[in-house]
């Protein structure tokens, strides 16, 4: 069945650039933006003027952050857009360039998502009401307390969750672009200080900077241009929504995740089961548990024990942010979504260095913002 | 040496006022015209349920009562000038929705999932206002 992600000929991945994601530094944003976007230009054999249309996914650097970075790279007249949706920024700057290729309106487009880390303010805290506790709207409160609940109703101890950091740090370590790049064992995760509930800080993403970029093409402005189908990743769904009402207290999250990876496969017509690798939201280690089941890849009660029995390693049955996720790799906010994607590029074309996933053929890539958006792509071999 | 709350004034007048007994908090609510959910903070500018604008709304003041649905406790300052540690709670409000609040003192022994609790005042240390805590209700044991 066909859906409007395989208009105009369908949706491709044709380059991929990052910076690596780094503690706070005094680099200017435009340095790591420019980084990514030459290296994406490169990687995908096009030149900055090929480029019809620009998505800059940003949290924190300001207005026109676009204007500013890609004047640098000559003034070609191109249509720039800068998306904000927290966390989520760089996943949406990523579907708005889909969603231009599809409808014909462009055939090549850059997404790209830039942060530096300080100057990110939120919508919530000018609400203007009162809360009763003034963490109401901190995310770490929130996953602690759905650390606790998860691990109660699974009868685990900590240390189920704490793997997840274990798996996360131990593939960063492999990554050049991530931001941590030491293994950690469990004895470290769990030894390193508290900071909610049964959350170490070791299970926390870092503050960062960094940028990432995907340079798409339409099928058609593949052809035209005379690029290699072989290093092009089809996208084969893009889904996003946001919050509904709690079907019960705690599940306002997992309804939302499990809301947008369902309609993404079924718009990709794959079951969870096909993902072969999987990079998704672990700002804290406990979601990459829950998100897991959310999304299907195991079945619901089970995640703990997937991963505990290695089938989200890289090797195993779907490598589950084999990038080193949030925890490990980064989460610099505006390009974390599409360096989700890059890593999903990489791995579905076999370059992937170090953490190669033998056999990859089918990935998602799933992000949350602030808890009450979601976003799903997925992605594949052009010959899938 | 006891405080006499009653001179103090609430650290949020929106959300709660001090009840008839003196240490215990009233909350404070809107009632959705439209579909009779109790909207909480008061001052919300639509009902979460229906979408009502909530105006000429009827407010009330319901016993800050609830049950615990989980907590933790916070063991670094997420916040500036937040002081740790401190115990986090997501309580059932008797009212209807779910709310983060503080519970008092920090002994997590002390808990249990499903808790009944109250809220109380707390005086503050600029000695002019109280803030809302939240304490086991009487009789209810961990």
């Known amino acids: 069945m066909s859906s409007w992600i395989d208009d105009n000929d369908g949706v491709y991945v044709a380059g991929i650039g990052m910076h690596a994601y780094q503690f706070p530094s005094e680099t200017p944003y435009t340095q ?3 980084t990514a976007v030459r290296a994406a230009l490169a990687d995908a054999g096009l030149a900055w003027p090929q480029v019809h249309s620009a998505y800059v996914g940003t949290t924190s650097i300001g207005m026109a952050a676009g204007r500013v970075m890609f004047r640098h790279l000559g003034s070609t007249g191109l249509a720039v857009t800068q998306v904000e949706n927290a966390s989520a920024s760089g996943s949406f700057a990523f579907r708005q360039a889909c969603m231009e290729l599809a409808t014909g309106v462009s055939d090549v487009v850059l997404a790209v998502g830039v942060d530096k880390h300080g100057d990110g303010r939120r919508a919530a805290d000018k609400e203007g009401l009162a809360r009763l506790s003034e963490t109401a709207n901190v995310p770490a409160v929130k996953f602690a307390m759905m650390a606790r609940t998860y691990l109660r109703e699974r009868s685990a101890d900590a240390q189920a969750m704490a793997q997840v950091a274990v798996k996360n740090h131990g593939n960063a370590a492999r990554n050049p672009y991530a931001q941590f790049r030491k293994p ?22 870092p503050r960062g900077e960094g940028a990432a970029a995907a340079i798409l093409v339409s099928g058609r402005g593949m052809r035209r241009l005379g690029l290699d189908p072989a290093r092009c990743v089809r996208v084969r769904a893009s889904t996003a929504c946001s ?3 709690e079907s019960r207290y705690g599940a306002a999250a997992v309804d939302l995740v499990r809301a947008s990876a369902t309609a993404a496969l079924a718009q990709a017509g794959v079951p969870a089961s096909r993902l072969d690798l999987l990079e998704l939201h672990d700002a804290f280690s406990v979601e990459e548990l829950i998100y897991s089941e959310a999304i299907g890849v195991c079945e619901p009660g089970d995640g703990a024990a997937y991963l505990l029995r290695g089938d989200s390693q890289i090797g195993g049955r779907c490598a589950i942010n084999a990038s080193g996720g949030l925890i490990g790799m980064g989460h610099p906010l505006g390009p974390t979504g599409i360096g989700q994607i890059a890593e999903i590029t990489r791995q579905l074309r076999g370059e992937a260095e170090g953490r190669q996933h033998a056999g990859a053929t089918w990935g998602m890539a799933h992000m949350i913002g602030l808890g009450s958006v979601a976003i799903a792509h997925v ?3 052009a010959d899938a | 040496m006891t405080t006499d709350l009653r001179g103090l004034q609430p650290q949020h007048p929106s959300l709660f006022q001090l009840a008839a007994d003196g240490e215990s908090l009233d909350f404070l609510y809107a009632r959705c015209p439209a579909c ?5 903070p008061a001052d919300v500018p639509g009902c979460s349920h229906c979408g009502d604008p909530l105006r000429d709304a009827e407010r009330i003041a319901r016993p800050g009562r609830g049950e615990l649905l989980e907590y933790v406790t916070l063991h670094v300052p997420l916040l500036p000038g937040m002081e740790v540690p401190r115990i986090a709670a997501d309580i059932q409000l008797e ?4 709310e983060e609040g503080v519970m008092a003192g920090t002994d997590e022994s002390a808990l249990r999932v499903g808790l009944p609790v109250r809220a109380v005042a707390v005086a503050l ?18």
């Open chain 2, 36 to 40: 009779g959910t109790l909207a909480f």
């Open chain 2, 95 to 98: 009212g209807g929705p779910i």
């Open chain 1, 243 to 245: 919050e509904t009402p």
């Open chain 2, 125 to 142: 240390p600029d000695g002019e206002r109280f803030a809302c805590r939240f304490v086991p209700q009487a009789g209810a044991c961990a």
């Open chain 1, 379 to 381: 992605l594949s071999r």
């Open chain 1, 32 to 34: 790591l933006g420019l």
């Open chain 1, 184 to 205: 950690r064992t469990l004895e470290q995760v769990m030894g390193s200080p508290r900071v909610a509930g049964d959350l170490t800080v070791q299970q926390c993403c």
